[in-house]
C-alpha cells in the first residue's frame, strides 16, 4: 500500500482478525475546528460522526466532555532493544528475555502517550546475531490488539568481508519477520556501497528502506537520493539533525534532492538516538518548504543516548511548535498523519469510513493540548487500549481560591483522613 494513500484503507497486518467488533460511542468530544460532536465506533472504525447527543450508544459509552479528539498519534522512530536501559548496573543485557521485557514496557509507556503503532530499530550482527529481533518480534506477538509494533533490521557492516555476513543476516532478517531494512551508512568504511546493498535487499523483499545518518554530508546526501530515487515503498532517513548545522543554501539544495527523490525525513526534537551524536535536530521548517515529507519520533528512550527520554509524541510535537516555530496543528500532523504516512499505515480523520484510532486529550484547543498534555484516552482499533488521568490539587489559600478548573470532580470528594491538610481546588489536567 502507497503512504500516500488518501482514502480510508482496511487496516494491514491481521488487523481486520483481532479489531474489536463491538461498538463503542465517545460523547460530548470536541474538535479542532470547535465542533461537539458524538463519534461511534464499530469493528474497529468510525461508524458515524453527528452533533453532540445525537447518537445513541449500542455498547460502552465513554464521556469526553472535556476532552480534545485527535488521529492517534505514531512513533516512526524507536529503539526498542535498548530502551529503559540507562539505568541498569553494568553492560546492557542482550538476553531475549530482558530485550522482550525491556521493548514490551517501552512500547506500553508510548502506547500511554497516544501512539498507536510504533517503528522499531533493532540493532542485529556482532555476537548477538538475531536474538534481539527475535525478542522483539516476540514482544510484538504479544501486544498484538494493543498496538502495532514493526521492526526494523539494522546490520553493523554490510561491505567487504567483514559486512558479507551482516548482509546475509540482513536477508534472514526480512525472512523472520523484520518489516523494515536499514542500518547506518555512516559508520560504514562504504557508506554508498552500504546504501546500494540495503536498497538491493529491499527490492528483493518489497519492504520500505529506514536508514540512519546525520545528514552532515551534502555529497553523500545527494548520493543516497539519486540512489533511492524510485524505490517503493520507498526510502526514510533520520535524524539528519546535521542538515541544521550546514550553510543554509547547502542545506536547501540538499533539501531540494531528497524532495525530487521522495526520501522522506524522520526528525528526532527530543535528542539523538546516538550517544556520540551532536545533538540538535533536522531543520523542519526549511526541509517542508522543499517539500521534503517530514514526520517526527522519540528515538532514544531513556538508554545511554538520553536517559531521560520520554518516548511522548506530544512533546515532540511541542518542542516542534515551541523550538521548531511550527504552528500547533502543522505540529501535530508531524507526530500522527505524516508519521502514519511514513509507517505505510491508513490515513486517519474524525470521519465516518476511517480507522478508529484516537487520542483524546484533556483540553479544548490544540495549542493547550501540546502545552498540558496530563489526561489522555488511547482508542486503537475501536475500542480503549489505555488511559492516563492526572488531578492537580492545591491548599486553600487565599491566592488559590479563584484558581480556574478544568472540570468540575466527576465524583463526590472522600472525607479527608486525620491529620491531612485542608482539600483545596482541583484542576483536573
Given at each position: 500500500m502507497s503512504a500516500d494513500s488518501k482514502q480510508p484503507q482496511p487496516p494491514e497486518d491481521g488487523a481486520a482478525t483481532t479489531a474489536d467488533s463491538t461498538s463503542l460511542l465517545l460523547s460530548h468530544a470536541r474538535l479542532t475546528d470547535g465542533r461537539t460532536v458524538d463519534?461511534?465506533?464499530?469493528?474497529?472504525?468510525?461508524?458515524?460522526?453527528?452533533?453532540?447527543?445525537?447518537?445513541?450508544?449500542?455498547?460502552?459509552?465513554?464521556d469526553l466532555a472535556g476532552?480534545?479528539?485527535?488521529?492517534?498519534?505514531?512513533?516512526?522512530?524507536?529503539?526498542?532493544?535498548?530502551?529503559?536501559?540507562?539505568?541498569?548496573?553494568?553492560?546492557?543485557?542482550?538476553?531475549?528475555?530482558?530485550?522482550?521485557?525491556?521493548?514490551?514496557?517501552?512500547?506500553?509507556?508510548?502506547?500511554?502517550?497516544?501512539?498507536?503503532?510504533?517503528?522499531?530499530?533493532?540493532?542485529?550482527?556482532?555476537?548477538h546475531g538475531l536474538g534481539p529481533l527475535e525478542a522483539v518480534l516476540q514482544a510484538r506477538?504479544?501486544?498484538?490488539?494493543?498496538v502495532d509494533l514493526t521492526t526494523v533490521a539494522v546490520p553493523r557492516l554490510l561491505t567487504g568481508v567483514a559486512g558479507a555476513d551482516g548482509l546475509a543476516m540482513l536477508r534472514d532478517a526480512v525472512k523472520m519477520g523484520a518489516g523494515v531494512v536499514g542500518g547506518c551508512p555512516d559508520v560504514d568504511p562504504d557508506p554508498a556501497g552500504y546504501v546500494e546493498a540495503v536498497l538491493e535487499v529491499a527490492a528483493e523483499h518489497?519492504?520500505?528502506?529506514?536508514?540512519?545518518?546525520?545528514?552532515?554530508?551534502?555529497?553523500?546526501?545527494?548520493?543516497?537520493?539519486a540512489?533511492?530515487?524510485?524505490?517503493?515503498?520507498?526510502?526514510?532517513?533520520?535524524?539528519?539533525?546535521?542538515?541544521?548545522?550546514?550553510?543554509?543554501?547547502?542545506?536547501?539544495?540538499?533539501?531540494?534532492?531528497?524532495a525530487a527523490a521522495g526520501v522522506t525525513v524522520v526528525c528526532l526534537p527530543q535528542g539523538g538516538c546516538g550517544g556520540t551524536e551532536p545533538r540538535g535536530a533536522a531543520p523542519v521548517r526549511l526541509l517542508?518548504?522543499?517539500?521534503?515529507?517530514?514526520?517526527?519520533?522519540?528515538?532514544?528512550?531513556?538508554?545511554?543516548?538520553?536517559?531521560?527520554?520520554?518516548?511522548?509524541?506530544?512533546?515532540a510535537a511541542y518542542l516542534l511548535a515551541s523550538l521548531g516555530g511550527l504552528p500547533a496543528e502543522e505540529a501535530y500532523a508531524v507526530v500522527s498523519a505524516e508519521?502514519?504516512?511514513?509507517?505505510?499505515?491508513?490515513?486517519?480523520?474524525?470521519?465516518?469510513?476511517?480507522?478508529?484510532?484516537?487520542?483524546?486529550?484533556?483540553?479544548?484547543?490544540?495549542?493547550?493540548?501540546?502545552?498540558?498534555?496530563?489526561?489522555?484516552?488511547v482508542v486503537h482499533r475501536g475500542r480503549v487500549v489505555a488511559r492516563t488521568s492526572a488531578v492537580r490539587e492545591y491548599c486553600d489559600s487565599a491566592a488559590a481560591l479563584d484558581l480556574p478548573r478544568?472540570?468540575?470532580?466527576?465524583?463526590?470528594?472522600?472525607?479527608?483522613?486525620?491529620?491531612?491538610?485542608?482539600?483545596?481546588?482541583?484542576?483536573?489536567?
Amino acid at each position: 500500500m502507497s503512504a500516500d494513500s488518501k482514502q480510508p484503507q482496511p487496516p494491514e497486518d491481521g488487523a481486520a482478525t483481532t479489531a474489536d467488533s463491538t461498538s463503542l460511542l465517545l460523547s460530548h468530544a470536541r474538535l479542532t475546528d470547535g465542533r461537539t460532536v458524538d463519534v461511534r465506533l464499530v469493528g474497529g472504525r468510525i461508524e458515524a460522526v453527528g452533533t453532540a447527543g445525537s447518537l445513541t450508544a449500542v455498547g460502552a459509552r465513554v464521556d469526553l466532555a472535556g476532552y480534545l479528539l485527535l488521529p492517534a498519534a505514531a512513533e516512526p522512530h524507536a529503539h526498542s532493544d535498548t530502551a529503559l536501559s540507562a539505568d541498569s548496573p553494568g553492560p546492557v543485557s542482550y538476553a531475549p528475555e530482558e530485550v522482550q521485557r525491556r521493548a514490551t514496557e517501552a512500547a506500553l509507556l508510548q502506547l500511554g502517550h497516544g501512539a498507536t503503532a510504533l517503528r522499531a530499530h533493532v540493532r542485529i550482527g556482532d555476537v548477538h546475531g538475531l536474538g534481539p529481533l527475535e525478542a522483539v518480534l516476540q514482544a510484538r506477538r504479544s501486544l498484538r490488539g494493543l498496538v502495532d509494533l514493526t521492526t526494523v533490521a539494522v546490520p553493523r557492516l554490510l561491505t567487504g568481508v567483514a559486512g558479507a555476513d551482516g548482509l546475509a543476516m540482513l536477508r534472514d532478517a526480512v525472512k523472520m519477520g523484520a518489516g523494515v531494512v536499514g542500518g547506518c551508512p555512516d559508520v560504514d568504511p562504504d557508506p554508498a556501497g552500504y546504501v546500494e546493498a540495503v536498497l538491493e535487499v529491499a527490492a528483493e523483499h518489497g519492504v520500505p528502506v529506514d536508514l540512519h545518518t546525520d545528514g552532515d554530508d551534502p555529497a553523500r546526501l545527494a548520493r543516497l537520493a539519486a540512489m533511492a530515487g524510485g524505490l517503493r515503498p520507498g526510502v526514510t532517513i533520520g535524524p539528519c539533525a546535521g542538515l541544521g548545522r550546514l550553510p543554509s543554501d547547502v542545506a536547501r539544495r540538499a533539501a531540494d534532492g531528497l524532495a525530487a527523490a521522495g526520501v522522506t525525513v524522520v526528525c528526532l526534537p527530543q535528542g539523538g538516538c546516538g550517544g556520540t551524536e551532536p545533538r540538535g535536530a533536522a531543520p523542519v521548517r526549511l526541509l517542508r518548504a522543499a517539500g521534503v515529507r517530514v514526520a517526527a519520533g522519540s528515538g532514544a528512550m531513556r538508554d545511554v543516548a538520553n536517559p531521560v527520554g520520554r518516548g511522548d509524541p506530544l512533546e515532540a510535537a511541542y518542542l516542534l511548535a515551541s523550538l521548531g516555530g511550527l504552528p500547533a496543528e502543522e505540529a501535530y500532523a508531524v507526530v500522527s498523519a505524516e508519521a502514519r504516512a511514513v509507517m505505510g499505515l491508513p490515513e486517519v480523520r474524525v470521519e465516518a469510513g476511517f480507522p478508529a484510532d484516537l487520542l483524546a486529550v484533556r483540553g479544548e484547543r490544540l495549542s493547550g493540548v501540546l502545552s498540558l498534555a496530563y489526561s489522555r484516552i488511547v482508542v486503537h482499533r475501536g475500542r480503549v487500549v489505555a488511559r492516563t488521568s492526572a488531578v492537580r490539587e492545591y491548599c486553600d489559600s487565599a491566592a488559590a481560591l479563584d484558581l480556574p478548573r478544568q472540570a468540575r470532580p466527576e465524583r463526590p470528594e472522600r472525607p479527608p483522613e486525620p491529620g491531612s491538610p485542608p482539600a483545596g481546588p482541583v484542576v483536573r489536567s
